[in-house]
């Protein structure tokens, strides 16, 4: 077998990560098990902060997919790739030129909205497989108008297959708490994902970053602080707290999996956290992120708490205390956890090899 194209087409733009992180995720574990017999191209927003860290050949744009469609439609023509992976992006045009140059088309949606996109009726016969990167509880189910639609259409039905999470092994857990000098459950870890988002003129990081540094004054946990790429000041300066810039996906589930609670924003990182089994305190920082909160809330695993120096600091106390933390590490035991990560990856494996799944 030569070697096989392999192009991914994620949504991009400075301000998130969150799409970015998962396809490259895809692409290393696929690369790790195909190696030589798959060659990996990155279709990206030059003015995102990762363009210079892919480590994959990179095809950039002045703005999103979205907006440069002559451009993405001419780099799939001459790719002629055998798989394009849309993660949250893509027009029907640039489906039709993948499918026109005998590609499959793989379409990841995490949210409604996004999942409406790959169910319009200019995608008819252009999707083969679209996956819905959410938990069943974290998205409402399909309307009566989209359920008609695939009765009647060959749409691809969208299949929830719950957060794209690579769990940490152990080494990768030891490996980090050694080389941060952190103790399991002897810390808290804060992100308000990737560093870019701004609310009446404040950095939610910043917002986060205050609030650990209440959260240490008053529980005395070590506080962990992930700013984010595209968080673009200099790192604060401190004894009290661990100041990190962007970590690998790996280092950062494995930071996540080990701290006894976490504070975080309402995007991907909030059910990665709720598949690690981490309690946590989440905001909503982006309109979209709302709905996710509130359906998370409900699992009783994560609390919601105003985006808020004074009230982040006071719900942690809040979760930290007995009986509710005891109380919410019992309730995983029983929360049904899906997890995406090796069903889309041994999926995507699967059409390249032009294998069954």
Not at 115 to 132: C, E, F, M, P, S
């Amino acid at each position: 077998m030569g070697s096989k194209r392999l192009l991914f087409i994620p949504v991009s733009s400075p301000a998130g990560i969150g799409e970015y992180m998962r396809s490259l995720l895809l692409a290393q574990t696929l690369y790790t098990e195909l190696a030589d017999k798959l060659d990996i191209h990155f279709i990206l927003n030059q003015h995102t902060a990762y363009t210079d860290t892919c480590p994959f050949d990179t095809t950039l744009l002045e703005h999103s997919a979205t907006k440069e469609n002559k451009k993405v439609t001419a780099v799939i023509e001459s790719l002629k790739p055998d798989v394009v992976v849309f993660d949250c992006a893509g027009r029907a045009a640039q489906m039709k030129a993948a499918k026109k140059v005998g590609a499959k088309v793989v379409f990841i949606s995490q949210h409604a909205k996004k999942r409406a996109k790959g169910l319009k009726l200019n995608r008819t016969g252009l999707i083969d497989l679209h996956w819905v990167v959410q938990p069943e509880y974290c998205i409402e189910p399909l309307s009566w108008l989209e359920t008609a639609k695939l009765a009647l259409f060959p749409l691809a039905p969208p299949i929830n297959v719950g957060a794209f999470v690579a769990f940490p092994t152990q080494v990768q857990q030891k490996h980090i708490l050694n080389k941060l000098n952190l103790k399991s459950k002897g810390y808290f870890i804060v992100s308000a994902g990737s560093g870019g988002h701004i609310i009446e003129g404040a950095n939610c990081a910043d917002i986060y970053y205050e609030a650990a540094l209440k959260i240490s004054q008053r529980t005395g946990l070590q506080g962990v602080v992930v700013f984010g790429s595209n968080y673009n000041r200099e790192l604060p300066k401190t004894d009290t707290l661990l100041c990190l810039s962007n970590q690998t996906s790996g280092d950062f589930l494995a930071l996540l999996s080990e701290a006894k609670v976490a504070v975080l924003s309402a995007g991907d990182t909030l059910l990665q956290a709720i598949a690690l089994h981490t309690p946590t305190v989440a905001c909503a920082i982006s309109k979209d992120q709302n709905t996710r909160l509130e359906r998370c809330a409900m699992t009783q695993v994560v609390v919601k708490s105003e985006l808020a120096v004074d009230a982040i600091a006071a719900t942690v106390e809040q979760i930290i205390a007995e009986p509710l933390y005891t109380q919410i590490t019992k309730k995983y035991k029983s929360l049904a956890i899906e997890g995406s990560f090796e069903v889309i990856t041994q999926g995507v494996k699967s059409l390249l090899l032009g294998t069954k799944q």
